[in-house]
């Protein structure tokens, strides 16, 4: 079954970090462009960090740049995003999404990530 599965969010205090984690299965990472989005309550949903196919090039939006990283772990076919130095405007339901040449873009069910003190 092709799926995306995100983990790893919670409620975290203004400064604290979080890791976000995307489990893929029924293909491969590694051979897909993949993406963090964001959705927070009443807002579009915005493109936070991606990956290329090579893993040579990452691109972040600019309102989390230095915080956060994404990275992947081809053999356990997982993507990340580090999260550091929280803030409440990251407020969202984060989603983890995959393109892969000559298929739609594939998204997970998303994962709810509060900063709040």
């Known amino acids: 079954q092709v799926q995306l599965v995100e983990s790893g969010g919670g409620l975290v205090q203004p400064g604290g970090s979080l890791r976000l984690s995307c489990a893929a299965s029924?293909?491969?990472?590694?051979?897909?462009?993949m993406s963090w989005h964001r959705q927070a309550p009443g807002k579009e949903r915005e493109l936070v960090a991606f990956?290329?196919?090579?893993?040579?090039?990452?691109s972040y939006a600019d309102s989390v740049k230095g915080r956060f990283t994404i990275s992947r772990d081809s053999a356990k076919n997982t993507v990340y995003l580090q999260m550091n130095s929280l803030k409440p405007e990251d407020t969202a339901v984060y989603y983890c999404?995959?393109?892969?040449?000559?298929?739609?873009?594939?998204w997970g069910q998303g994962t709810q990530v509060a900063v709040s003190s």
């Open positions: 999404s995959a393109r892969r040449p000559g298929y739609l873009e594939l």
């Open positions: 029924g293909f491969t990472v590694s051979r897909s462009t």
């Open positions: 990956i290329s196919i090579t893993g040579g090039s990452t």
